[in-house]
């Protein structure tokens, strides 16, 4: 039997419609515009200023604290200005505007395909490593990959679960980086193992993959403690938590974080930027984005650079059709619509959904009509009507009583409500306003 969180989950209609399109290099852009906030935690800071020349790999934004990370150049070329721009957010934050000039990289970066799997360094070093080279979670959540592998005083790490599962509707980068980079993506699960000091880990897939599971299932023979899970298709299943309740059975208590029950989860794009950071000495400058939608010329999985405008991947998927009513970047669950074609690839970019005017178009709100599907779907057993209504009534103090920090932003209550509430908007709003008032009591 197939193995699945134990409560709530959606089987939105996949459309998985780029899964064959091999992985295609996007050419360099003219300009591109890298923000120094990519990462959960304090922003970089910037050590580059107007005039100056670099190159790719040169840090141009420093780690300002633990939870944070190094900003490189993905493109070689000039500063033309240090300035502040919307990055998908819609909000303006402070970048680093360069105009791209060949392509020129520092000194000591193997850019070969050559596979190099014997681990010559420690896990202190590793995680070092890890840190100076930018690496963050490549899922979408961005935390700071070297904070993860350092768990608090009195924590140890049991197991990594490496995240395969890809449950976002559309978005297929992970899978195909599963099939086209599967030994260096081994090769990172290797080096994060040596890092956390663990002598397991599980690959968990979704089964709607079988490609992937089968090719990763042989690659493990020659690794060992590494095995793969295949998953039941259910939305969320790729989230943190879902995740490690399917694969061990352990729930992660409300407020705790993973390593409270010996859980470390890392995405395989995270894996593969970890070989190619320690084994290659590269750091986070590209990633696999996928470009992709029911209208779309040409649905694209596309290696691209950092700080690349989006506008640049649409063109190369063959430009935004007539009948586009929203484009959203990363999956239709959890992504957020852009107001812009300017906005940047940024570390956290999985991909770019071109939604048709049609499906884009949310029906009327309804009342309630007290149906509880949206508790039922909750993967995280909360009341999303209930923390709907408190965050519409801006009663924060109770909304955080009801444990509305625990929600994960799937989705789920909104695609299920038959009354077409907008749950997760308010649910969200009510998150940012009860962890403003949780940090607020803590300085």
């Known amino acids: 039997m197939l193995k699945t969180f134990k409560i709530g989950g ?40 107007k005039g100056d020349e670099v190159k790719v790999g040169q840090v141009i934004a420093q780690s300002s604290s633990f939870v944070s990370t190094n900003i490189h150049s993905s493109v070689s070329g000039k500063v033309t200005k240090v300035d502040f721009s919307a990055d998908s957010s819609g909000y303006p934050k402070q970048g680093i505007f360069i105009a791209v000039d060949g392509d020129e990289w520092i000194e000591g970066i193997d850019r070969s395909e050559d596979l190099v799997k014997e681990i010559s360094v420690d896990g202190p070093e590793i995680v070092k490593k890890i840190q100076e080279a930018g690496i963050v979670g490549l899922g979408g959540a961005t935390f700071p990959t070297h904070v993860k592998l350092v768990p608090p005083k009195g924590m140890k790490a049991e197991v990594l679960l490496i995240n395969g599962v890809e449950c976002e509707p559309y978005l297929t980068s992970d899978h195909r ?10 090769v990172g699960i290797q080096l ?12 968990g897939i979704e089964n ?3 490609d ?8 493990c023979s020659a690794y060992n403690g590494v095995s793969v899970q295949s998953l039941k298709v259910q939305y969320p299943q790729g989230g943190e938590k879902q995740l490690i309740n399917a694969v061990t059975g352990k729930e992660v208590p409300s407020g705790a ?5 010996g859980a470390v989860v890392s995405n395989v794009g995270t894996a593969f930027a970890v070989y190619e950071a320690i084994q290659k000495n590269k750091p986070l400058v590209e990633r696999v984005v996928t470009v992709t939608g029911k209208g779309l010329e040409k649905p694209s999985n596309f290696l691209v650079r950092v700080g690349t405008a989006t506008s640049e991947l649409i063109e190369a998927a063959g430009g935004v059709p007539e009948n586009t009513g929203k484009i959203i970047s990363g999956g239709p669950m959890m992504g957020r619509a852009i107001a812009s074609l300017d906005v940047p690839v940024t570390k956290g970019t999985s991909g770019l959904l071109l939604m048709q005017e049609k499906e884009s178009k949310r029906e009327e709100i309804q009342p309630c009509i007290r149906c509880s599907r949206c508790t039922s779907v909750c993967p995280m057993g909360l009341e999303p009507y209930l923390l709907m209504t408190l965050g519409e009534k801006q009663i924060f103090d109770r909304a955080e ?19 077409s509430r907008p749950l997760l908007d308010y649910i969200r709003f009510g998150k940012g306003k009860v962890g403003a008032m949780i940090r607020s009591r803590k300085k």
């Open 177 to 186: 980086l599963m099939l086209e980079k599967a030994d260096e993506i081994m």
């Open 257 to 261: 974080l993973p390593i409270a029950v």
């Open 401 to 419: 009583n009801e444990r509305i920090m625990d929600c994960i932003e799937c989705g789920s209550c909104s695609y299920t409500c038959p009354s």
């Open 212 to 219: 992937a599971i089968k090719l990763l299932n042989e690659k």
């Open 192 to 203: 994060l193992m040596k890092a956390m000091g663990v002598d397991k880990a599980v690959i």
């Open 10 to 49: 959606v089987h939105p209609p996949e459309n998985k419609l780029s899964k064959d399109k091999k992985i295609e290099v996007l050419p360099l852009p003219k300009t591109v515009f890298i923000p120094v906030a990519q990462h959960i935690g304090a922003p970089a800071t910037p050590v580059v200023k």
């Open 208 to 210: 709607n993959k079988p």
